[in-house]
């Protein structure tokens, strides 16, 4: 079975703008960007695998659990629910940055609010995404509590499209 790094000799890493509180580098690859490249119609994709069965989000070449290749994709569902929870200090404008972005500046949140970090498991997926959770109160978030991606008004196929989740309102 050909492994990624027989394929590839060498790590190729592209500059992203999705960085958690500082600067990363993401192993680029084709994937990614097939990612990038749903996210623009609104679409979460993930890849499955042929031997467990398994649904991995954002997609990757190899799964972790039985090292097969995943080449087959799916589209997973964008309403999950959250899995692991991180509330922030208050934020600052210019001084905090979460995922390479300002929230305050971006309308996520008010100076002074917090930001919380969630862990999302979509539906239709065996993977967390990791993103921010808006519009609820601190005290309110609960692993278990069921949310909805938030997209950017006009996605660009980029990894910040999915700008946030949100409560889902029933
Ligand atoms: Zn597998």
Redesign the pocket.
């Known amino acids: 079975m050909p492994y990624i790094k027989e394929q590839r000799k060498e790590t190729i890493s592209v500059e992203a703008d999705w960085d958690v509180g500082g600067s990363t580098t993401w192993k680029h690859s084709t994937l990614l960007r097939e990612y990038a490249h749903g996210l623009k119609e609104k679409k979460i994709i993930g890849s499955l695998?042929p031997?467990?069965g398994?649904v991995i989000v954002p997609p990757r070449n190899i799964?972790g659990?039985?090292h097969?290749k995943m080449d087959e994709r799916v589209v997973v569902s964008d309403v999950g629910t959250v899995t692991c929870f991180v509330i922030s200090a208050p934020v600052i404008k210019g001084k905090t940055k979460v995922m390479g972005m300002d929230p305050v500046e971006m309308g996520l949140v008010a100076e002074g609010e917090r930001v919380i970090s969630v862990y999302v498991k979509l539906d239709g997926a065996d993977s967390n995404i990791d993103t921010e959770l808006i519009g609820v109160k601190p005290e309110e978030v609960h692993v278990g509590m069921r949310v909805k991606a938030v997209w950017a008004k006009e996605p660009q196929g980029k990894l910040s499209d999915l700008e946030a989740v949100e409560p889902l309102k029933d």
């Open positions: 695998c031997g467990c398994k799964c659990r039985c097969r």
